[in-house]
T-cell receptor, first 114, second 113 residues
Framework: KQEVTQIPAALSVPEGENLVLNCSFTDSAIYNLQWFRQDPGKGLTSLLLIQSSQREQTSGRLNASLDKSSGRSTLYIAASQPGDSATYLCAVPTAGQAGTALIFGKGTTLSVSS | DGGITQSPKYLFRKEGQNVTLSCEQNLNHDAMYWYRQDPGQGLRLIYYSQIVNDFQKGDIAEGYSVSREKKESFPLTVTSAQKNPTAFYLC????????????FGPGTRLTVT
């Protein structure tokens, strides 16, 4: 059964620092991997989706990479800002099939201090 | 604006009462999902529907029921059989075909006392 793990569970950094959030999954037969952001008490906002044929995706200061063979993805945040403070979740489709429900990691809660 | 709406944002109920959470989308998506989020446990799948008039149980379906009579709507009923209903409930949808990206609503926080 697919399992998704995110390390660390929490991270505190000063403003301006570059940082990396990690996501690992046990079954490499995934179709895609999606990174989300969640602010306290809010829904999930999709940040980046990497398809299995891709190695990375970029959006502004965010860069997500995918290494299927090792079962890992990283989310790189450049020049962090206090507004980046949130919980970041990664997720993969169930059973390696697209268009089905997602299996989530428990998230990394990021705090960026000014 | 296209998106997913959930109502109400906060819901309070007494133990033993059934309650229905609303989820509506105007994205023309075929698939819709309900997840439950508890502190320290991440999101877990309750039910999902790939098409109108069809839905499947997820990992924690006991004590919940759903219907999918319209493409736009996927309401979730939390019944009195659900032992620990207090949680944050999230609805999501996705379109068929690439890239199968899921979009989420703002959530409903249910408190049962």
């Amino acid at each position: 059964k697919q399992e998704v793990t995110q390390i660390p569970a929490a991270l505190s950094v000063p403003e301006g620092e570059n940082l990396v959030l990690n996501c690992s999954f046990t079954d490499s037969a995934i179709y895609n991997l999606q990174w989300f952001r969640q602010d306290p008490g809010k829904g999930l906002t999709s940040l980046l989706l990497i398809q299995s044929s891709q190695r990375e995706q970029t959006s502004g200061r965010l860069n997500a990479s995918l290494d299927k063979s090792s079962g890992r993805s990283t989310l790189y945040i450049a020049a962090s800002q206090p507004g980046d403070s949130a919980t970041y979740l990664c997720a993969v489709p169930t059973a390696g099939q697209a268009g089905t429900a997602l299996i989530f990691g428990k998230g990394t809660t990021l705090s960026v201090s000014s | 604006d296209g998106g997913i709406t959930q109502s109400p944002k906060y819901l309070f109920r007494k133990e033993g009462q059934n309650v229905t959470l609303s989820c509506e989308q105007n994205l023309n998506h075929d698939a819709m999902y309900w997840y439950r989020q508890d502190p320290g446990q991440g999101l877990r799948l309750i039910y999902y529907s790939q098409i109108v008039n069809d839905f499947q149980k997820g990992d924690i379906a006991e004590g919940y029921s759903v219907s999918r009579e319209k493409k736009e709507s996927f309401p979730l009923t939390v019944t009195s059989a659900q032992k620990n209903p207090t949680a944050f409930y999230l609805c999501a949808s996705s379109a068929p075909g690439l890239p199968y990206e899921q979009y989420f609503g703002p959530g409903t926080r249910l408190t049962v006392t």
